[in-house]
Every structure is written in C-alpha cells, then in structure tokens.
C-alpha cells in the first residue's frame, strides 16, 4: 500500500532514488528544462513537486520553502519514501568579497545557527555533506566551467534580527563564505537518517550588499544570478548520474 506522506504529499509511486530540492516552488519550472518526461506531482502548503529523467535516472523536485523546519520535514517525509541522494539547489548572501553574483557555494560545512537542526542534536554536532555527493559536484563544476567556492555556509532563522550587520561581519571574519537558511537542518537531519545529502548555493547577494534590495533584483531575472541557478540544477544533476554510476 504506497504510504502518502501528510505535508508533501508524495507516496513511493514517484519512483526516483534522487531529489532535488529548492526553496522556491517557482523554481521547478526552472528545472522542468533540464529533464526529459515530466510530471507534475502535488503541491501543498510550499511543498510542490515534480518528476522527471535527467541522462537515464528517475529524479524528483520538491521545494522546501523557507528555513530549517520547512526543510526538515521535506528530508523525513522523502526518506519515508525510499530517497537516498538529496541535494540543496538554494541561494545565499555573500560574506566574503571573492564571492561574487552568479558564482556558486559548494557547502562542505554549515554553522548550525538554527532552531531545527539543534532540535535533533546538540550543537556540538558537525553539520557536513556526504563526501562523495560533495566530490561529485566539484567535479561537475569543473566540468561545467561554473565558477565555484568550497567551504563553510552558516544556516540562520531570520533575515530581520536587530543585529544583521554585526553578525555577518563576525562571521565574515572567521572565513565563512556565504548565508542560508536551510543547509544545517538539511546536514544534520540527513545523516541522522542516513541519507546522502550536498547543499549548492547560488549567491545572489553580493559582500556587503543589502540582502532586500538584492532579492528584489533576483527575483526580477538579474543575469548572473540567473546563470548561476542553471549551473547549480546541472551540477546536481550531473552529480547524481555520477553517484549512481558509482554503485
């Protein structure tokens, strides 16, 4: 009996192993291009979902809203249905000036500085990707020539703390490349459940730039966040033929 998960709405019959997974639901038309045999699935609350192939494997889209909760759920619920590869194809700020609009962060590690991923462990407890997933979008940069940094992300709860300033300058200054809101859930939750998972991020704010004022512009289509959300779906993508053909 296919067991119909109760927010995203899905049951085993999707039959994809991989999962992509944006924030925005307006980004699956985005992904729509890149995959051959295309269904649309459910959409409830933020969770809308399609399926298609992508170079012979069966790959499912969900977007997860906004936040580590809203995410977090998405992770539990595709476990439930049999999904083992998730990879985040997301957008973050900028905190360091070599970041630039349209390049990619490729998270090898997240500050876990959110509510949902302290939910499940304690703080102390790295928040890292699957070292093969993340292996294999660095090399499907490359291949891509997609311009692209490996390093620390911070998952935060708010874009509207009274403190923004001070705390991007903090950890700007402890190297830390860029900010999300939903890699350390994605992290943390997936290995606890044993899961693969990877987290791209488009940066589609630059150092130092006001985080509102630049969504406005990447919402409107500006070209270099653009590109670089087309480089991260077939950087995902390509990491996922390469995982499989590994098996």
Not at 82 to 104: H, T
Not at 137 to 143: G, I, L, P, Y
Not at 206 to 225: N, Q, R
């Amino acid at each position: 009996m296919p067991q119909l998960q109760p927010h995203i709405r899905l049951d085993q019959n999707h039959g994809a192993r991989c999962a992509l997974l944006p924030g925005d639901p307006a980004r699956l038309d985005r992904i729509k291009p890149f995959l051959s045999d295309v269904q649309e699935l459910a959409y409830n609350r933020e969770y809308r979902s399609l399926v298609g192939s992508y170079q012979g494997i069966r790959v499912l889209a969900l977007s997860t809203g906004i936040g580590g909760a809203s995410a977090g759920i998405a992770v539990e619920e595709l476990k439930n249905l049999g999904v083992e590869n998730l990879i985040r194809i997301g957008s973050c700020g900028a905190l360091q000036p070599q970041v630039k609009i349209g390049d990619l962060v490729l998270v090898s590690g997240a500050v876990r500085d959110d509510g949902a991923s302290k939910a499940y462990i304690e703080p102390i407890f790295p928040a890292v990707p699957d070292s093969d997933l993340l292996f294999a979008c660095v090399s499907a940069a490359k291949e891509r020539n997609a311009r692209y940094h490996t390093g620390i992300a911070r998952s935060h709860d708010s874009f509207y703390t009274d403190r923004e300033v001070e705390i991007d300058a903090y950890w700007s200054k402890r190297g830390v490349l860029g900010a999300d809101m939903e890699t350390a859930a994605l992290y943390t939750i997936g290995h606890l459940r044993g899961l693969r998972t990877m987290s791209i991020l488009n940066n589609v704010v630059a150092f130092e730039e006001d985080t509102l004022d630049a969504i406005g512009d990447y919402v409107d289509g500006a070209t270099a966040a653009m590109l670089g959300e087309e480089h991260e779906i077939l950087v995902a993508l390509d990491a996922f033929v390469q995982i499989l053909k590994q098996e």
